[in-house]
């Protein structure tokens, strides 16, 4: 089993709707979770950084991890097309020394007008 | 200039050249990284510097070479690449090493 597994998509949606991109992981350590935005030709933008379970909320975007189920969930509310990239999620157990993010595969999405 | 910058943004060489790749970060952070990213493939993590020391180096071959002068510099030096070699090279930095990380735009590196 893979450390972090992420579907790839292709994902297309219309404008205006809620996007649930997710990721789950096999490893209990992970408590640090991240979600990147990549567009087209660019570095990964770091979009949302959550700490052990829970929700945390910025404008349209909302990350969700749920540890009891090693699973964590990107939400985009009133999805636009400028939110049209691939999202990576990522995570380490943040223990002393280990400086290694475990990266997604990365999700492509696209919102059509 | 702010943030992580890289240069240069696209290279094209052949397997006999020496080339390097430059990175450098505005962030005062004090963990630098570079990854490669190949098509449908995770973001592979190649090495990680921190307060300018190498604390990883992750089976990477050796025509591929880091060098972190400092703490804002981090270089990849380059030579007898393959053409499996061709991908996006990103650099990333973080405040300390685990810490969440802010990337570059890339060098895409195509190896003929």
């Known amino acids: 089993q893979k450390e972090v597994e992420q579907d790839p998509g292709p994902l297309s949606v219309p404008e205006g709707a809620i996007v649930s991109l997710n990721c789950t992981y096999s490893?209990?350590?992970?408590?640090?979770f991240m979600w990147y935005r990549q567009y087209s030709r660019k570095g990964p933008e770091l979009l949302m950084y959550?700490?052990?379970?829970g929700n945390k909320e910025d404008g349209r975007f909302t990350a969700q991890v749920d540890k009891s189920s090693k699973y964590i969930s990107l939400f985009i509310r009133d999805s636009q097309p400028s939110d049209s990239a691939t999202y990576l999620c990522?995570?380490?157990?943040?223990?002393?020394?280990?400086?290694?993010?475990?990266f997604g595969k990365g999700t492509k999405l696209t919102v059509n007008p | 200039e702010t943030g992580v910058t890289q240069t240069p943004r696209h290279l094209v060489m052949g397997m006999t050249n020496k080339k390097s790749l430059k990175c450098e970060q505005h962030?005062?952070?004090?963990?630098m990284y570079w990854y490669k990213q190949s098509a449908k493939k995770p973001l592979e993590l190649m090495f990680v510097?921190?307060?300018?020391?190498?604390?990883e180096n992750n089976s990477v071959p050796s025509r591929f070479s880091p060098e972190c002068p400092n703490s804002s510099h981090l270089f990849l030096h380059l030579h007898t690449l393959q053409p499996e070699d061709s991908a996006l090279y990103l650099c990333?930095?973080?405040?300390?090493?685990?810490?969440?990380?802010?990337f570059g735009p890339g060098t895409r590196l195509t190896v003929t």
């Open positions: 990333a930095s973080s405040p300390t090493a685990g810490d969440e990380q802010y």
């Open positions: 490893n209990s350590a992970f408590q640090y």
């Open positions: 959550t700490y052990s379970s």
């Open positions: 990522a995570m380490n157990d943040g223990q002393g020394g280990s400086e290694k993010l475990v």
């Open positions: 962030l005062g952070h004090n963990a």
């Open positions: 510097y921190s307060l300018e020391e190498r604390v």
